[in-house]
C-alpha cells in the first residue's frame, strides 16, 4: 500500500510538474506571437519609409540634374544676352529696337 500512495503522490507531482512546464510553454509562445507582430508592423512601417526615402532620392537626384544643366545655361553666351536685354535694356549698337504704341 506504501508503494500505492508514492506512485499516486509521484504521479500527482509528475502532472503538476508537466502542466507548470505547459503553462509557462505557453505563455512564452504568447509572448513571442506578440512580439513577432509588433516585429513585422514596425518591418513593414520601416519598408514604407524606405520607399518614400527612395521617391524622395530620386527627385532630388533629379533636381540636382537639373541644377546643373541650368548653371551651364547660365555660363553661355546666349544667357548673358537675354539677361543684359531683359534686366538692363542693353542693345547691340547697331540694333534698332521698335516698341509698339500703347
Known amino acids: 500500500m506504501r508503494n500505492d500512495r508514492r ?3 509521484t504521479t500527482k507531482k509528475n502532472r ?5 512546464v505547459a503553462g509557462v510553454v505557453l505563455v512564452l509562445c504568447v509572448v513571442m506571437s506578440v ?6 508592423e514596425k518591418s513593414a512601417a520601416c519598408e514604407q519609409r524606405l520607399e ?3 521617391k524622395d532620392l530620386s527627385k ?5 540634374d537639373e541644377i546643373e544643366d541650368y ?3 547660365v555660363q553661355t553666351k546666349k544667357f548673358i544676352e537675354e539677361e543684359a ?3 538692363l535694356g542693353l542693345v547691340y549698337p547697331d540694333e534698332i529696337i521698335f516698341e509698339a504704341e500703347e
Open 7 to 9: 506512485d499516486k503522490k
Open 16 to 20: 503538476k510538474n508537466l502542466l507548470l
Open 35 to 40: 512580439g513577432k507582430v509588433r516585429l513585422e
Open 52 to 54: 518614400e526615402l527612395e
Open 60 to 64: 532630388e537626384e533629379k533636381r540636382a
Open 71 to 73: 548653371k551651364s545655361y
Open 85 to 87: 536685354r531683359d534686366k
